[in-house]
């Protein structure tokens, strides 16, 4: 079975889903309708480039390009997160907290799954590499962005809570283990949600763009559940490491809490 080839025509009519949304947000007056329009803009432009930029990747095979590729992803995917922040760590530590294990992480789970799960010729082949990081890093970045976003306001908001726990004689660790908590489980919960709702609520991306590719059904199943299962690790080791850099932020040698270091705290 062959895929069917959609043309410039018919993305303009799929584009109708998009503007009838932009009219409903004008006619109830909800403010979003600029928005959705700039997003689509963006979507369709960045694509573009994307065509362009992996066409030239494929071209040259080489592990140092795509490692290059791979590291420009996640510096972009390092400043998202640092976006979402409403109380972000003050100095490159609003960069560096999520985006180092993000990144880091998202490489070494990905060089695992390529060369003892895959087994492309060669192992950093771009056309598994590149998507799969892909996948990889945007789950990771909305599960980190959440849980970053939650131990900091945690902090700010239960800080009498936390300088009590100090005060008792408790480490730094112990004192913020409740918002640890509550931020991991912030963090777990949307990939723990997909994996729950596959094939029954909803048919994931992987399957459903390989199933549109003509694909075997039971293949496309089998690397879905591949890379549901890297992500999830993903996910769960990044949370752990970027949580507790966040703490060790958070506080100071001294077992202090020091919000001074969170911008707009005093506020």
Do not use: C
Request: proline share 4%.
């Amino acid at each position: 079975m062959q895929s069917i080839y959609i043309d410039n025509w018919h993305i303009i009519l799929a584009a109708v889903a998009i503007f009838i949304t932009g009219a409903l947000s004008l006619l109830m007056q909800l403010g979003l309708a600029k928005s959705i329009f700039i997003a689509a803009t963006r979507m369709i432009v960045q694509l573009a480039l994307v065509t362009l930029v992996l066409a030239w990747v494929f071209e040259q095979d080489s592990v140092w390009v795509v490692l290059m590729l791979l590291l420009l992803m996640g510096a972009f995917a390092t400043y998202e997160i640092r976006a979402r922040q409403k109380l972000p760590f003050a100095g490159l530590w609003s960069l560096g907290l999520g985006g180092i294990p993000m990144v880091g992480v998202g490489i070494m789970v990905l060089a695992f799954t390529l060369t003892t799960v895959i087994g492309p010729d060669p192992w950093y082949a771009p056309r598994y590499a590149i998507p799969l990081f892909g996948m990889l890093l945007g789950n990771s970045l909305t599960a980190v962005a959440l849980a970053l976003d939650q131990i900091t306001r945690g902090a700010k908001q239960r800080q009498g809570e936390v300088n009590d726990r100090l005060a008792l004689g408790m480490s730094r660790t112990e004192a913020m283990l409740p918002i640890v908590r509550d931020a991991m489980a912030t963090g777990l919960l949307p990939i723990i949600n997909s994996m729950a709702a596959a094939g029954v609520v909803s048919i994931p991306g992987m399957m459903t763009g390989q199933i549109l590719a003509g694909a075997d059904p039971a293949n496309a199943v089998r690397y879905q559940i591949m890379i549901t299962f890297a992500i999830a690790g993903t996910t769960g080791i990044t949370l752990l490491l970027a949580t507790w850099l966040a703490v060790m932020r958070l506080t100071d040698a001294r077992h202090r809490l020091r919000l001074d270091r969170l911008n707009g705290a005093k506020k």
